[in-house]
């Protein structure tokens, strides 16, 4: 990221004035507290800060003076704010285009008024475009301004080169295609002149007669099996294309980092995998057999035409671009727009409809039937009036712009009639020429929507390639080795945040022995999770190791350090499939006493054989036909399962009830003997096995030790247990936490 | 009706909700450009004002919070004040909710799923890129259309009924 503009000579003058020589950094502040937008900079530099806008500088300061430099990001804007002579004072205020740079700017500015070193580890990609300046949508890499097409469609190319046999006779029969189309014509002329109206002072040729009706019946059929042909050839070559990119991209999304994978949705990286490649599929299909014969027919007939006369070739083709673009515009600008406008509001009705039925429930609960039939009343009425127009329009639109493309054929018929008459031409010429003609149309009118849907190919083919292109941020060293673990695990001087500008955990020191259990206590956001993740490697440490029974975790491969860590998330997720398959994922080919061992370990044998189908009951989305606690401890088995020698969970047993909790309990005590287990847990009564508790604060280990010398410490855990009885108290259940946690 | 007063009261005590009046309520500007005010006894600096209708009420029922983000009280109506607090208090309000009213389109073109905005705003002529879809251009009250871009900037276009018809064309599309 950008955190060093660079200002104009007059800005840079004024502000040397103030911050001395050097200009450490220098950021865009543009947004006055008036709500003007204009073009201010804060530089900083040689231990003060200054704000400068044409020219002058408006404001400064001592960084040192102030502290607590904090970005408030607000609605559409956001302002950097600092405690100065103990009040809170706005530094300067900004557009949400340079909202991110001021988190690292408080950062920096908050080390800088500390005497720290600036803590700013890796530089996230400034979201601008190098090129052309304007800001790209987060999360793509290339501005759509400036991406270039032919770079897109080499790509392509390449992804196609291992088709190329098939792409190479495709193209074959597709030429043989066209000839065959252009030569119908012809045959045309021949029937006409040879037998129906032979030139002045010939005979009429029954010979020639019958060969010109084989001929178009030969064009006729064999243009039709040829069309058969190119069509499965070009199906399977862009399907075989498609499905190689589609492999590429799902190869490559699995291989990304949490990291990245969070930061997209899952919708949009199945598109990605599905819409995208599909699009690009049909593109090149389209390409490869309509658009390049539709070139061949418009090159070939142009020159047919020429070469027959040209006087007519020009009456022919001079309007058709303009009859073309005006088709065009018809239905760019007219039919398309109604269409459109159509199109939304039955969305709108759709939508309304959905929520209505889907809530039929709350709508019968509230008695407001009435409501809702008055309102369906307008947005049906809406739609029909919508749809009426539309389809008056088109009915009116439709066949003036097809006409318009016709309008040549009735010049060439007109003047062609003239010259018969003139003798300059025969009527079979004609027959062929406006035969000719009447195939020019259909490529130019073409040609005019082409750049829109190729557009939006290249959209496509850029958004499938980005992922293609994203380099995991989490990779496995060259010289990473597989490693058996035997537990122990230790932090040492481990700072780490999501993004650079704030760290999420600073400064962790924590040695955990093997088989221990421990417990990370502390509010929510103040790295628990963070903490965990980090253990199976989700993200790198920006500062400091975490070591594995003395190994650096980024010296273990990450396939062999994950599948020996289980863990298990409160938010248990199954996949369709039996009970037995889910247990098996963590360790697929297991065997069924395996399967069993887990389960009962897990607690679950119990409940699972008791189910009609056993081990074999089918799972629906998610496991929705299990409660709650028995999804969990079907997770719980799936962790298990693997033996690994480290468990991690994380709440598992938050959403559940105070007895099946209990279950759990039972089963996590036996599961987590002699393994290492990190337990997160807000009910601190979760806790009650665990060796030791690490009370994380805003990111910092507050306090280490077991229950009871943190009770007698009367701290941060003292006090979150007291707030938990007080509250188990007013809610009248006791079991929450229970006195000899 | 009697009832339905009579519940109405219920809800009012059950919610709680302090409203702060000039008789119980002094705000001040810091030496910082920021908000505080001293109610009940007490300071309070900063404190942040949030509106509870950004769109359709940008006058009544503001929330006066902490940067805690815990709720001091809430305001009924602006007018309640005498003009000088009111407009501090909204001044306040407008640093929060940096919306600009987009005054005249100018153009507006679409490239490849992003359409790229030029227009006249009362903060200034502003350029910026929206991406298509997923409700970056939506109605936020009748008539009223909010516009987001990639950036997370916000405008509005206060009456879509008073654009002229070629600007309406130009944004009709992105709608």
Redesign the interface.
Known sequence: MNLNFTLSDQDLAAVRQIVGGEIAYCVPAD?S?E????EGYLAIGGGRWAYVQDGQVRDHGDIAEASDYKL?P????A?L?AT??E????IV?V???H?ARYGYIAQILNDMAASRPVRIYHDEADPVCAACG?????GTRVC??C?SKAAAFKRLLLVSRSHWRSLMLGLGVLIAASALALAGPYFQKLLVNAALVPPAGQEASVRVFILALAGMLFTLAFGELLGIARNRIMASVSSGIAADLRKTVFDRIQSMSLGFLTSQRAGDLMNRVTADTDRIRHLIQEMCTTAIYQLIILIASATLLFSADWRLALIVLLPAPFVAYLHYYIWRHVLH?LF??QW?ISDKANSFLHDVLSGIRVVKAFGQEEREIRRFREYNGEFAAAAIKSEKLYSILSPISNYLIQIGQYLVLMIGCYMIIGREMNVGELIQFSAYAAMIFGPISWLMFMPRWI??A??SM?RVFSVIDEQPEVIDAKDAVGHRIRGSIEFSGVFFGYRSYEPVLKEINLTVKPGEMIGLVGHSGSGKSTTINLISRFYDVNEGEIRIDGIDIRMIRQEDLRSQIGVVLQETFLFSGTIAENIQYSKPGAKPEEVIEAAKIANAHDFIINLPDGYDTRLEENGNNLSGGERQRIAIARAVLNDPRILILDEATASLDIETEAAIQEALKRVTKNRTTIAIAHRLSTLRNADRLVVLDKGRIAEIGTHRELMEKRGIYYKLIAAQRSMSRKSGSSAVVSPQV | MRMEEHRGMELADAAGIRYLTPGNSEFME?????LSVRTGGEMH??VYVHCSF?HTNQRSFLSIRT?GNKEIGMIRHLDDFPQGTASLIE?QM???????EITKVIAVSE????S?WEVAT???L?R??V?NGSGNVKFAAENRLLIT??????FVIPQVDQLSDKEYRMI??R?
């Open positions: 947004l507290l709500g003007r937008r204009l408030m607000f609605v559409g804007n302002v704010e100065e002579n009040t809170k004072r706005i205020r557009t949400m285009q909202a304007r800001s790209l949508v987060p759509p301004r991406m727009k459109h406008k939304r557009a939006n290249v959209i850029h | 810091t030496s910082g450009r920021m600096s900063p950004p940067a001044r407008k640093i929060r909710y940096f919306t600009p490239e490849f799923g992003y790229y009362t903060a200034g502003c910026f890129t991406r871009d990639v950036d997370g900037n916000r009709e599309m709608m």
